[in-house]
């Protein structure tokens, strides 16, 4: 069974660092793209970018690029979210799915990490 | 703002058809499949539609997709309780390289 299962709820202060996971298990991992995805508190979807675990080929959204770095690591079939430093703006919901191209639909997805980020 | 327009908002009563409209541009609909996502309340979204028309395994036939130049639309026949949901149409954007959402399409189910 394919299964993405996402890092627990965080609840941070602006300018902390944070880094949250997706694990993937049930298919070839390094074989697929893995997306993150925001949702703000009662908002829409925005697609953050994109990463394949093969090679690490990472690609952003404009509106994300230098704000958040998303990474890989593929001995533990596990892809990352990464903030060096928080913003109350940041609370969302983040949602990572995986597609088996950078232009293929989200087939499977996880089920979400709330991030809050309050003082 | 999203790049792709959907309605904030749609509703049917039980066995009624809806359609929920997605409206884009040439370097995004214009030139690329279309799909759909349902995300239930307090769930992760999942797709419904993909590549325009194509319905996942476990997806009934109630649901349908087409699209036309740069618009898209969602069609649901046989309206049931379970349908009340929130409804994203997502596509590759050639400009952005990389995706786009519509802001969401919140279905009420009367």
């Known amino acids: 069974e394919v299964q993405l299962v996402q890092s627990g709820a965080e609840m941070k202060k602006p300018g902390e660092s944070l880094k949250i996971s997706c694990k993937g298990s049930?298919?070839?991992?390094?074989?697929?793209?893995i997306t993150w995805v925001r949702q703000m508190p009662g908002k829409g979807l925005e697609w953050m970018g994109i990463?394949?675990?093969?090679?690490?080929?990472?690609r952003y959204s404009p509106s994300f690029q230098g704000q958040v770095t998303i990474s890989a690591d593929k001995s533990t079939n596990t892809a990352y979210l990464l903030w060096s430093s928080l913003k109350p703006t940041d609370t969302a919901i983040y949602y990572c799915?995986?597609?088996?191209?950078?232009?293929?639909?989200?087939?499977?997805w996880g089920q979400g990490t709330l991030v809050t980020v309050s003082s | 703002q999203s790049v792709l327009t959907q309605p904030p908002s749609a509703s049917g009563t039980p066995g009624q058809r809806v359609t929920i409209s997605c409206s884009g541009s040439g370097s995004n609909i214009g030139s690329n499949t279309v799909h759909w996502y349902q995300q239930l309340p307090r769930t992760a979204p999942k797709v419904l539609m993909y590549s325009t028309n194509q319905r996942p395994s476990g997806v009934p036939d109630r649901f349908s997709g087409s699209k036309s130049g740069t618009s898209a639309s969602l069609a649901i026949s046989g309206l049931q309780s379970e349908d009340e949901a929130a409804y994203y149409c997502?596509?590759?954007?050639?400009?952005?390289?990389?995706?786009?959402f519509g802001g969401g399409t919140k279905l009420s189910v009367l």
């Open positions: 049930g298919f070839g991992f390094t074989g697929h793209w």
């Open positions: 990463i394949y675990p093969g090679d690490s080929d990472t």
């Open positions: 997502a596509t590759w954007d050639d400009s952005v390289n990389g995706w786009v």
């Open positions: 799915a995986r597609s088996s191209s950078p232009y293929g639909f989200l087939d499977h």
